[in-house]
């Protein structure tokens, strides 16, 4: 046979940054308080930081007691004197005015976004910020239609609800919280992660282009005694809380005996199931988006894989050449599949796992990318032939690092995949509709996807089992939260 | 022999996933430039029309080897597509210039004939100095489940072929699901194909990037299998410059650099290379040039 006659140039993508020149971010940025922008009592600013460079995007407010008491009492007074007062489908068309400015600006929220949390623009710009608009829509529709959500029922809004978002989907998870808790009624008091407040205060900012009315929304930022000061207010109806398992049990703790309603969407350590007879070209894409998709900062990440043994060499194989092709570097360069590791600390704990899954002697492969100098970065990382009693098996990491198992059959990887205290979401590959049938009705998991992992849509119920929480975000499951029915 | 070939599944939603993630790659600057040179470099500049002629084959080659000389170092384009009694005309037109001549044969486009037809017009085209045989797969019999025979006549046809490189073109359009473009694909591959190609360019749909990601992935098993390279030819549809990108970057994620080469990987087009020349030119001197100033041959 002819041998090859060129010997091309490698063939690499030249830098494609999307162009920031036009994103308006302020130096300093208050409290979100009764439709207002007001100064902190204490004074005090905390910097939030690009974790793609390390340099300081702005300064953030930081709320104390005080200040959360002024923003629950804003809440109230709204709930009381307007939120409560107007027709539900003047509620709505208030709804549908959000999802349609965060259509409009979706550009700079995308930037903004990847800029304060260090998440790929593409992911910004094509899941976080048009779910978020999505949510919007979907929730201003049920405004007007609660009694057919819940028919022959008396629907009643809460009252005030605080919510305590994380920082992996900064806008999106804020979108979750408010538009299901205004269609139902409720006004709202959100606390955003401290890494990732910029897109909240831009919502702010949106809310009062939007005409809403004053204090319905309320928004104070700072730290774990921020998000303590809203938990333990005594008059808040209603705490939804995402995040990590430990600060889920500490605010279920201090809700007991108190009037005050609870959902927790809180960590996960899901199974990806891959079986012989799947696809493994495509269970490979998924494996990938299941544990890279925004740095494996997801708490419904596919961070365990489970590979049935007859095709672990051949998925090993697979998914090691598939990793060799993801590009690591600036959040804002459109083809960058990873970004920067979300903060310092955050680092830090994906490190230490993976020097514990070292320690154990278990095989490591990282992806040989150039990682730039400045930031907080971690290669794609996977550890082959873990076993169920490994740490890095049992415990969620939030990073991109992939524990891989194998297993035999599949009532052994079933025993193996509900063997932890999580239960939010798993996947199962197989190309046999009735083996999907048999593992998504035996995985005690909150959200089971089948041939896709990492799927949203405002209209599905997402929330876990077990230590991953309880309630649902999303979907008439969703809406159910934020109301009080009465027969 | 084909009984020992697996049938895989293929998952369409996956694979049309994937296409989309290559869509998002964003092209600029000098990898742009050098990746519509490369691009240039992998046509099968072709014309295979029932009223082709000498003069229109001369015209073609002619174009083949001077693509655009206002454009100083641009490539040729990697071969010729010619029916098997233009071999020759082309042959002498192309002397010297490294451009290959590729045929085709065995019946083409509907390969509704006999063997012996089949490999005589395989020898025709190789005898005429064809260094290419592009062959159609006999789809009525693999539609028929006879697998064998679109094996068998797969082999006989390589054999026909001597030193001459096979493509062996599936007609993906008539094969219609991604389950048997990889069945498909397999077989030619088992049969000794050293290049896939997905259609005639006579049938609707021809080339689209699923089905071809469906192929790479057929010939990446098999380079993991064996580690030795299969060549690809998306063939029709591919037009304009933007496509052709997102092929090459579906060709470098899927397969590797290795692939990104005129050896390796073709595109089966007669329009392309007007559109790639436009978008060098557009590079160069950051305005659009009309198409008058693009030769059409």
Same mark, same amino acid.
């Given at each position: 046979?002819?041998?090859?006659?060129?010997?091309?140039?490698?063939?690499?993508?030249a830098?494609?940054?999307?162009?920031?020149?036009h994103?308006?971010?302020?130096?300093?940025?208050?409290? @979100?308080?009764?439709?207002?922008?007001?100064?902190?009592?204490?004074?005090? +600013?905390?910097?939030?930081?690009?974790?793609?460079?390390?340099?300081?995007?702005?300064?953030?407010?930081?709320?104390?007691?005080?200040?959360?008491?002024?923003?629950?009492?804003?809440?109230?007074?709204?709930?009381?004197?307007?939120?409560?007062?107007?027709?539900?489908?003047e509620?709505?068309k +208030?709804?549908?005015?959000?999802? !349609?400015?965060?259509?409009?600006?979706?550009?700079?929220? $995308?930037?903004?976004?990847?800029?304060?949390?260090g998440?790929?623009?593409?992911?910004? !710009?094509?899941?976080?910020?048009?779910? /978020?608009?999505a949510?919007?829509?979907?929730?201003?529709?049920w405004?007007?239609?609660?009694? +057919?959500?819940?028919?022959?029922?008396?629907?009643?809004?809460?009252?005030? $609800?605080?919510?305590?978002?994380?920082?992996?989907?900064?806008?999106?998870?804020?979108?979750?919280?408010?538009a299901?808790?205004?269609?139902?009624?409720?006004?709202?008091?959100?606390?955003?992660?401290?890494?990732?407040?910029?897109?909240?205060?831009?919502?702010?900012?949106?809310?009062?282009d939007?005409?809403?009315p004053?204090?319905?929304?309320n928004?104070?930022?700072?730290?774990?005694?921020t998000?303590?000061?809203?938990?333990?207010?005594?008059?808040?109806?209603? =705490?939804? @809380?995402?995040?990590?398992?430990?600060?889920?049990?500490?605010?279920?703790?201090?809700? /007991?005996?108190t009037?005050?309603?609870?959902?927790?969407?809180?960590?996960?350590?899901?199974?990806?199931?891959?079986?012989?007879?799947?696809?493994?070209d495509?269970?490979?894409?998924?494996?990938?988006?299941? =544990?890279?998709?925004?740095?494996?900062?997801?708490?419904?990440?596919?961070?365990?894989? @489970?590979?049935?043994?007859?095709?672990?060499?051949?998925?090993?194989?697979?998914?090691?050449h598939?990793?060799?092709?993801?590009?690591?570097?600036?959040?804002?360069?459109?083809?960058?599949?990873?970004?920067?590791?979300?903060?310092?600390?955050?680092?830090?704990?994906?490190?230490?796992?993976?020097?514990?899954?070292?320690?154990?002697?278990?095989?490591?492969?990282?992806? %040989?990318? /150039?990682?730039?100098?400045?930031?907080?970065?971690?290669?794609?990382?996977?550890?082959? %032939?873990?076993?169920?009693?490994?740490?890095?098996?049992?415990?969620?990491?939030?990073?991109?690092?992939?524990?891989i198992?194998?297993?035999?059959t599949?009532?052994e990887?079933?025993?193996?995949?509900?063997?932890?205290?999580?239960?939010?979401?798993?996947?199962?590959?197989?190309?046999?509709?009735?083996?999907? @049938?048999?593992?998504t009705?035996?995985? !005690? /998991?909150?959200?089971?996807?089948?041939?896709?992992?990492?799927?949203?849509?405002?209209?599905?119920?997402?929330?876990? +089992?077990k230590?991953?929480?309880?309630?649902?975000?999303?979907?008439?499951?969703?809406?159910? $939260?934020?109301?009080?029915? %009465?027969? | 022999?084909?009984?020992?070939?697996?049938?895989?599944?293929?998952?369409?939603?996956?694979?049309?996933?994937?296409? &989309?993630?290559?869509?998002?790659?964003?092209?600029?600057?000098?990898?742009?430039?050098?990746?519509?040179?490369?691009?240039?470099?992998?046509?099968?500049?072709?014309?295979?029309?029932?009223? &082709?002629?000498?003069?229109?084959?001369?015209?073609?080659?002619?174009?083949?080897m001077?693509?655009? &000389?206002?454009?100083?170092?641009?490539?040729?384009?990697?071969?010729?597509?010619?029916?098997?009694?233009?071999?020759?005309?082309?042959?002498?037109?192309?002397?010297?210039?490294?451009?290959?001549?590729?045929?085709?044969?065995?019946?083409?486009?509907?390969?509704q004939?006999?063997l012996?037809?089949?490999?005589?017009?395989?020898?025709?085209?190789?005898?005429?100095?064809?260094?290419?045989?592009?062959?159609?797969?006999?789809?009525?019999?693999?539609?028929?489940?006879?697998?064998g025979?679109?094996?068998?006549?797969?082999?006989?046809?390589?054999?026909?072929?001597?030193?001459a490189?096979?493509?062996?073109?599936?007609?993906?359009?008539?094969?219609?699901?991604?389950?048997?473009?990889?069945?498909?694909?397999?077989?030619?591959?088992?049969?000794?194909?050293?290049?896939?190609?997905?259609?005639?360019?006579?049938?609707?749909?021809?080339?689209?990037?699923?089905?071809?990601?469906?192929?790479?992935?057929?010939?990446?098993?098999?380079y993991?299998?064996?580690?030795?390279?299969?060549?690809?030819?998306p063939?029709?549809?591919?037009?304009?410059?933007?496509?052709?990108?997102?092929?090459?970057?579906?060709?470098?994620?899927?397969?590797?650099?290795?692939?990104?080469?005129?050896?390796?990987?073709?595109?089966?087009?007669?329009?392309?290379?007007?559109?790639?020349?436009?978008q060098?030119?557009?590079?160069?001197?950051?305005?659009?040039?009309?198409?008058?100033?693009?030769?059409?041959?």
């Amino acid at each position: 046979m002819a041998k090859a006659n060129t010997n091309n140039k490698e063939w690499n993508l030249a830098p494609a940054p999307e162009s920031a020149d036009h994103v308006q971010v302020k130096e300093k940025y208050d409290l @979100f308080i009764g439709g207002k922008f007001r100064a902190p009592s204490g004074k005090k +600013y905390f910097p939030t930081i690009n974790p793609a460079n390390e340099e300081v995007i702005a300064h953030i407010a930081e709320a104390n007691e005080r200040d959360v008491d002024m923003a629950v009492k804003a809440a109230r007074k709204a709930y009381r004197e307007v939120w409560s007062k107007i027709s539900a489908a003047e509620r709505g068309k +208030y709804l549908f005015r959000i999802a !349609r400015l965060i259509q409009e600006r979706a550009r700079e929220f $995308a930037i903004i976004e990847s800029m304060d949390g260090g998440k790929a623009i593409r992911e910004s !710009r094509d899941v976080d910020i048009p779910l /978020a608009a999505a949510h919007f829509f979907y929730h201003a529709g049920w405004t007007d239609k609660l009694q +057919y959500a819940f028919p022959h029922q008396k629907v009643e809004p809460l009252g005030v $609800a605080g919510q305590i978002i994380p920082w992996n989907f900064p806008l999106l998870m804020a979108a979750w919280k408010i538009a299901p808790a205004l269609a139902a009624g409720n006004t709202v008091v959100l606390k955003p992660a401290e890494t990732t407040s910029l897109t909240a205060l831009k919502l702010a900012e949106l809310i009062q282009d939007a005409g809403l009315p004053n204090g319905v929304v309320n928004i104070v930022t700072g730290a774990g005694p921020t998000g303590r000061a809203l938990v333990e207010h005594p008059d808040v109806d209603k =705490i939804a @809380f995402t995040g990590s398992t430990d600060v889920g049990k500490m605010i279920q703790r201090s809700l /007991a005996g108190t009037r005050k309603k609870l959902t927790l969407e809180l960590g996960g350590k899901a199974a990806n199931i891959i079986l012989e007879d799947a696809t493994i070209d495509q269970a490979v894409e998924g494996i990938i988006n299941g =544990i890279f998709f925004n740095q494996g900062h997801v708490c419904c990440a596919g961070s365990r894989l @489970f590979v049935q043994e007859s095709i672990a060499s051949e998925v090993d194989r697979r998914l090691k050449h598939r990793m060799n092709s993801l590009i690591l570097g600036d959040p804002l360069d459109k083809n960058t599949d990873i970004g920067a590791i979300n903060s310092k600390g955050q680092l830090a704990t994906i490190e230490s796992y993976i020097a514990k899954a070292k320690k154990e002697g278990l095989e490591m492969f990282q992806v %040989d990318c /150039a990682v730039p100098r400045k930031g907080f970065w971690c290669r794609p990382t996977l550890f082959s %032939d873990v076993a169920q009693s490994s740490v890095i098996a049992r415990e969620e990491i939030f990073g991109p690092v992939l524990a891989i198992q194998t297993f035999r059959t599949i009532d052994e990887v079933i025993d193996k995949a509900n063997n932890t205290p999580y239960g939010l979401s798993a996947g199962v590959w197989t190309d046999k509709g009735s083996r999907i @049938f048999n593992l998504t009705s035996r995985l !005690r /998991a909150g959200v089971v996807w089948a041939n896709t992992y990492n799927k949203f849509d405002p209209t599905s119920p997402f929330g876990g +089992y077990k230590e991953s929480g309880f309630g649902r975000e999303g979907g008439v499951h969703g809406l159910r $939260a934020y109301v009080k029915l %009465d027969a | 022999m084909v009984q020992s070939i697996p049938r895989k599944a293929v998952d369409q939603t996956g694979i049309e996933e994937r296409c &989309d993630r290559f869509k998002k790659r964003s092209i600029k600057k000098d990898a742009k430039v050098q990746g519509l040179q490369l691009a240039l470099s992998m046509i099968d500049l072709t014309t295979l029309e029932g009223k &082709d002629t000498p003069g229109k084959v001369r015209q073609m080659c002619y174009k083949a080897m001077h693509l655009h &000389d206002a454009y100083p170092g641009l490539p040729t384009v990697a071969a010729v597509c010619v029916y098997p009694n233009f071999v020759e005309t082309a042959k002498k037109a192309l002397k010297g210039s490294g451009v290959l001549v590729a045929s085709v044969a065995t019946a083409f486009p509907s390969g509704q004939s006999s063997l012996q037809v089949k490999l005589d017009d395989t020898r025709m085209a190789v005898e005429a100095g064809a260094d290419e045989v592009d062959m159609v797969i006999s789809r009525g019999k693999y539609h028929c489940g006879d697998f064998g025979f679109v094996y068998d006549e797969i082999a006989a046809v390589k054999e026909a072929c001597g030193k001459a490189r096979l493509k062996v073109i599936l007609e993906t359009g008539e094969l219609v699901t991604l389950d048997d473009v990889a069945y498909a694909s397999r077989i030619a591959i088992a049969a000794g194909a050293d290049f896939i190609k997905t259609s005639t360019g006579k049938v609707q749909p021809a080339a689209t990037m699923p089905v071809t990601l469906t192929m790479l992935e057929v010939i990446r098993d098999h380079y993991f299998a064996t580690g030795q390279m299969i060549g690809m030819k998306p063939a029709g549809g591919i037009s304009n410059a933007k496509l052709a990108l997102h092929y090459l970057i579906m060709v470098k994620e899927s397969l590797g650099q290795q692939w990104l080469d005129k050896h390796w990987f073709r595109f089966g087009a007669s329009s392309l290379a007007n559109d790639l020349l436009k978008q060098l030119v557009k590079q160069k001197t950051g305005a659009y040039q009309s198409s008058p100033y693009f030769a059409i041959d």
